[in-house]
């Protein structure tokens, strides 16, 4: 008798588990749509987040002209970022149909591909090529951004690489120049190394006058601190993982990088509060003209030249992040974490409902309305719109967009990933607040073992993807797909 | 008196049968909508993350082997569940004092004043009447360090910025004051509201016989407020126990874990870590814990209130 | 109307209420029956079934030869007035006095008319539109009499409905009740635990202790004939003074109570109740005012020492101590012996009481009277 | 009773000061509500400015919050009408009869306002969408949806307090009113809900603050049709900087339906929380 009702207990609960474990039917490939507004009444429904303005642009001009154009109803799911992860998740978990285009972050695409709910998108794209263009973005950034390991499942709305600016009205004075000068005993020029831009930094450093140095995204969360202290030892040499997957981030290279980024004397350039900067602070910080440089991402970059939004709109000039200078090549590194959302289709959702989504995302995120978002606000993200002449003459800063894109390195897009990165950044956090670099980093890097183990990647043979395999992967897709790459030949 | 058919054992009718058995199970009658509604919305998640947290299942892979008893295993030798869990008990015992003092202290200086007394009150509950995300948002737009009052506040005293949500070794005790300033009306409604229902006799003999303010405090209020007072003690260490909104709001956690509660650390586990099994199992454990904690005050309670 | 009570339980499992054991019970019409005894006696228990409020385990329960037991309260044609409430609070005394009529959906001329009638007969007529607030407890008792009157039940239940009152009122509303069962001629079921209530009020006395009826009687037989040592013991103010002892027969014949350090002869009485007894321990009393104070010690009598007197108005409860036992005994406040001195109490044979100590039953009455 | 005046004036002092350290935050936060977005945040603060209203336009119109407060109002007012429905007859039944096991079920009941919400979160949507699929019973992203999940919380808050109430009432109310002529569920209406009318108010304000200010089962289950006020708060918390004057717009009418209601309803939940959560 007892053990009848454990047995039905049992079941019961394996019937709850169900939902979770609804198997995913394979997508047959549809036609091509032609005909006119065969899309008529339908509904699109898209989740989404107002995460930078550029965004908004999008509602403002390309869905009235999409709704217009083919009598679709599009649905928007506005969500802060951070509600954004946990809805995206659930519904994906339980195999829901709540939303046919959904906002991904690179980091998040991993574990949604293994759940099986991100669309693969080579099927829609050969059966109707449109306007898409997979072959017009970076290999590194496709591969970060719009690629879940072999898998292509979106098309990037934006891609985030490290970008530094500077206040060309202080850097092109000549009183400062000459004050410079004799301070350090060299011309004031833009840094192109860390240890130039410390000197800069405290030269500019001014509480009295409401002026620092530099300014750069720290934050409380842990993993943002890494994000950040990761552009410093991408220079250094650090990377995330050996080729046969070990963690490198108990490295000599990597306690330096870490002491100095959460070290004080580089913190003592910054403004006050510096520690809880996130990305709102410190772009304030430089749009109001509290400090002379400034590290961000690339799509922050048309809020500086915005007149409106930046009181130093007109004096601002962009250069290469600072690098490391390698002591035996005397050659600067500078290498960047690239990162982003791409738009991916939900596959749970009805083969109409994934071409009608497809449709969309062409033209959304296609080369045209790229082009269109580019010239009128400084977005870009398409190599067709980063070369392009005319646009980079309107937007000067587009070219060191492009070469930052083109080495731009991506987080590793495994599902435990942000656990390995919370302990890094827990790491830093207790370094700045005075804790023992070489010990922490150590304890770090043990800990993403045990992480990765716990997650069965050593005992499985499952490896990590490092950035050139992830090149590798995006000329294989193109190569399947029957496009050339620029950077595949 | 010879008693007639219809009352033969046998002779009932159906409908009085009928009233006789739903009389002996009226309860049910009462009970039975509100208790069916509850089990559905409140076992069914249990018995899923129970189920879910003897598997392995994460967002991250399709197949969910039996694991047993693992993940239970794996949170209780993981550090940061163990940080985490440190932090919600410093959250409990500070937040809860802390909340209990401010809400206590008011309810009896408030007791003191006449004029004036119905605008204060109002005023005092107004923290519980906002959002907790609202909250964190709005504290964290005080404690800005370039534009938040307090620092402004603190400029003109001559004290430089601070980050006081930033540094570890103040954060906690920010988002702890914060969770304070939001909570302690809720203390002092309950304890305000216990007080006027004391009777006075007490109170104007132990005052015509001399006994100090402190005495009457200690020797009459304290003891005849007891169950009032644990009732405001056990709805706060709930609540304080699942502190999810305002830490996620001002600080997320950090830094480095300082700021970590129980709540934020298993949704983090589930959703940023992807590690769903993980996250059930922690908050069974969860559970379990609060569940013993509550018993143990409620065995305080039942002793003090007569429960009908 | 006559309320018949038959085999009727009530068990306490699962439930605070007090368990009724298999009781039967017959009320004739027109009758002031009292269910007296301690709390938790099942008096309460078995008045709220008659109500319908309880649902008894098993058993009938017939009112007017109609059986009830599983009729809903509002079709009992009951009506009952209770302890610890009277008034329903939002409501005027106008309106509670008509709410019983409003659930017969009488036309509101009739109710109006029928509502100031009733009020009028429990002297409630000028406060018609008071509230809870605005009246005294005497008062809402009376609303609450009113109310349990408007409808003319067959028969009036209540419980306690005086405890909550203080002393003065609590007579006058007594004696009230008395007239309005006089008055109206109906079945009155009274629960008390107070005795002297149940003796001035009861036309019937029930006498219950741990869900078990003890005696049922006229006050006069309960307070003289009590079938069991509970019974003498719980009636009576002060009560009876017990003590335990055994039996010793002469060989003439002769009857007589040993008790610690002294002996007493029974009257002969005693001899036919003997037959049942199983052995010589017995239970013997004797009332407070059926001692008498003598001047000299003769047969039945015993020397005592006064420790304690208290006044009761025009007569004095005096207790003396008798070789370790303490008497109660009540006497003329003129004939009261000051404490400390020496007195000598008499025991008079025709007012003594003796129970098995075993049964508790009284020795006094039949076989066949305690068989029953 | 008589206060020494020094220790009246020292009850005033404290308890003005906690007033006004409640108050700056909210009333300056407030005030940024009505400031244009130049000067949402500035150091030192500006004080006097002439205030707008375009914050509000923007987030009631412009980003069509004027929705979400539908969507709020609609949850929070019916979550807290079925809990009152379901809750109130089983309080009664909890207060009134004495059953095997009712003192477990009634502390079981206060040990679920404990469950941290993400425990509820995703089982709720697999069952919605498992139900959804099995049955055709569209429960995601609608308002019974979530007013049935609130339950959770509201509902043993409703029962422990209304109890309580009940507890407080002679159970002769409604039994005089039953031999009076009235079946229990009458004698209930027209006796007892006149006299518990003030806890019940109190009861479901208090349970209105609680539904009015959910944010995680909203966040997990909400959808385009649903979403509630909190989560409109949380958008203007954008990546490159917080909006914070529609931020505060945004909680202003979060606010106003609470801080409304409790000035009118202040007496009742005073007497709510004696009665209710005392006993």
Redesign the interface.
Known sequence: MKSLKTVLLLLFVFS?C???VSAQDSFPLTDPATGARPYEGREL?IIN?????ILAYEHEILDPAYEEASGVTL?????????LL??IQ??C????D??DIMFVEDGWAGALAALGCLEELDGLYLAAPGDSHPEDFTARAFGTVAMAKEKWVGIPTLVAVGMFAYRTDLFGDPDEQAAFQEAYGRELTVPQTWEELAEVGEFFTRPEDELWGFNYRYGTPNNILFDYMIHFGFSRGVDFFDADFNPLFGTEAAIDTANFFVGQDFLALQPPGRESYQ??EV??NFTQGKVAMYGTESW?IP?LLDPEASVVAEHTAFAPIPGWRNPETGEIQSALLSAGPAYMINAHISDEQKQLAWDYLQLAHGKEFARLLADQRGAGHRVSVLTDPDLVAKWPHLTANFEAMKVGIGRPAEPWWPEAENAIGRALQEIAAGGDAASLMADANADIVEIVEDAGYYDEGIAYVSVVQREEFVCAKMAELGLDHDECM | MKPDVATQPGGQSLSRRVYSLTQRH??????G???L??LT??I???V??TGVSLFRVTFASTSRPFVGLQNFERMLGNDDFLQSAYNTLYYVVFSVSGSFL?GF??AL??R??SR?R?I???????????????VG??????L?P??G?I??FL?LLGIPGQTLLAQASTARLMVVLVDI?QWYPLVF??I???M??LPRAP??SA?LEGVS?WMIFRRITLPLLR??IL??L??RT??A??T??IVR?MTDGGPALTTET??LY??RT?FTFNK?SR??AG?IL??LV??LI??MM?RFLYKD?E?? | MKVVLKELVKDFK???TVAVNRINLEIDQGELAVLLGPSGCGKTTTL?MI???EQPDSGRIYIAERDITDL???D?R???V????SM???MNVYDNIA??LH??KMDRKEIDRTVREVARLVNIDQLLERGLRQVSGGEAQRV?LA??MV?RPEVF?MDEPLSNLDAKLRVQLRTEIKRLHQDTGTTFIFVTHDQEEAMTLGDKIIVMNRGDIQQVGTPHEVFFTPRNAFVANFVGTPSMNMLPGSLRIEESGRLFVVLPGFELELPRRFAAGLRMMTSHHVIWGIRPEAIKLVPAIGDNCVPGLVELVEALGSRDLMFVRVHDQLFGVIVDALDSVPVGETCSLHFDGAHMHLFDADSELSLLLDEKANGA | ?V?PVR??AL??A???A??V??????L??SL?AFKPQIIW?????VWFFEPTLENFEFVLITRQNWLHLRNSLIISIGSVVIALV??V??A?????????G??G???W???????????????????F??LE?ATGLGL??THFGLI??Y??FL??LV?WMMRGYF?EL?A??E??????????I?ALR??VL??VWPGIVATALLNF?FA??E??LA??LA??NT?T???A???Y??????E?GN??AV?LI??MP??VL??FL?QQ???G??FG???
């Open positions: 709850l169900l939902p979770l429904r987040t107002e995460v930078v303005p649905i928007y799911e506005n969500m802060a970022h951070s509600d946990p809805r659930t519904t978990a339980a195999g829901g709540d939303f990305f709102g772009l304030q922050a809020l | 009226r309860h049910w009658f009462f009970i909508p509100a208790l509604i509850l919305v409140v069914y998640p249990i899923f993350s401010l202290g008011a200086l408030i003191r004043i004036g119905n204060l009150r109002l005023v005092l509950i107004i923290p519980i009447t906002m959002a907790p995300i609202v948002l709005m504290w964290n737009w005080m800005d370039l534009f009052l620092n402004w400029g300033w409604l309950i305000e509201a216990g006027a229902t109170y104007e005052r303010s169950p009032v009732v405001a056990l709805l709930v609540d126990f699942r999810f909104d709001v129980l709540s298993l949704y589930a769903l996250a059930a908050s969860m559970l609060i569940g509550s018993a409620f209130i429960v009908g | 699962s439930t605070d709220r109500a319908g409020l809903a309260p509002k009992r009951v009506a009952m209770f302890q610890n409430f329903y609070p939002t709410f019983p659930a017969i609450a109310r349990a409808r239940l | 009773m206060v220790e009246r009850s005033y404290i308890l003005t906690m007033a350290l409640v108050l700056i935050p909210v300056a936060g940024t945040i500035s150091s030192p603060p379901l809750g007859p089983a009664y039944g909890f207060a009134r009869f004495r059953f095997r009712s003192k079920l009634m502390q009941l206060i040990s679920l306002r404990m469950i941290p919400p993400i425990v509820v979160g995703l089982p709720f949507y697999a069952m969408l498992f699929r995601r992203d049935l999940t339950q959770t509902l043993p029962i507890v002679p002769a109310m039994e005089s009113a039953m031999v009076e002529g009235y079946t229990r009458g027209r006796v006149p006299v603050i009015w200010n944010f995680f966040l997990i959808g385009n979403s006020l909190p989560m708060a949380g958008t918390v954008v990546r490159a900087r917080v914070w931020l505060f909680n979060i606010m609470v801080i409790t000035i202040r939940l005073v007497k929380l004696t959560i005392l006993e």
